[in-house]
């Protein structure tokens, strides 16, 4: 069936780079996403990777997809603490409605 | 643009009355919307997925009855918790999505049930 999965908690000292990292069992999704949900908010699309591409990068935002080993990761470089938040790795199954997977999601916590 | 509303944004109500959460896509048509519950420090749980003018698919384990939904037009879904209890205490969220298949999510609709 399909799966994500993600660690739960990364602690970073703001300045530096923080790496996000996600599996997913769904050989045949076509988009893989990065989402940001600050508390009691929704969710904010920070990003996201086609299938057929290894790496994306957008400002501070790096993504690398390992399709053969399906691992995704999400670098911040320079960490501030306004990125302290809930991240969500999310891969969008093939078929039907293009419904999205999310992972557990990791709190990232970014400290002086 | 490809902004999402809920409403309300959050909701407190009596065990046993329904509460009705309206989801809108403001500036594009939304072929699909999807309605997701969050609890607490865990990750999103599709609920189920609807479409302009048919019957919504329930995912396994959420019961149809009891969430009602109603994709009335192509910029409004709505989820209806009928008879509510406390164990439906969530924080509730829409997506919507156009015709590239991207989601827009919604700012959530907290629900507490007493």
């Known amino acids: 069936g399909e799966d994500v999965e993600q660690s739960l908690f990364l602690s970073v000292r703001e300045g530096d780079s923080s790496v996000i990292n996600c599996t997913y069992t769904?050989?045949?999704?076509?988009?893989l996403y990065w989402y940001k949900q600050e508390p009691g908010a929704g969710l904010q699309l920070l990003t996201y990777?086609?299938?057929?591409?290894d790496m994306k990068q957008d400002q501070r935002l790096t993504v690398l997809l390992n399709k053969k080993d399906k691992h995704l990761s999400l670098r911040i470089a320079d960490t501030q603490t306004g990125d302290s938040a809930i991240y969500f790795c999310a891969e969008r199954v093939s078929g039907g409605y293009n419904k999205l997977i999310f992972g557990a999601g990791t709190r990232l916590a970014v400290h002086p | 643009g490809a902004v999402v509303s809920q409403h309300p944004s959050w909701v407190i109500c009596k065990s046993g009355t329904s509460v009705k959460i309206e989801c809108r896509s403001l500036d594009f048509q939304a072929t699909t919307m999807f309605w997701y519950r969050q609890f607490p420090k865990q990750s999103l749980m599709l609920m189920a997925t609807s479409n302009e003018g048919s019957k919504a698919t329930y995912e396994q384990g959420v019961e149809k009855d009891k969430f009602l939904i109603n994709h009335a037009s192509l910029t409004l879904s709505t989820l209806t918790v009928t008879s509510a209890h406390p164990e439906d205490s969530s924080f509730y969220i829409c997506?919507?999505?156009?015709?590239?298949?991207?989601?827009?999510f919604g700012p959530g609709t907290r629900l507490t049930v007493l």
């Open positions: 990777i086609f299938s057929n591409m």
């Open positions: 997506s919507a999505t156009g015709l590239g298949g991207e989601q827009f």
């Open positions: 769904d050989s045949s999704s076509t988009y």
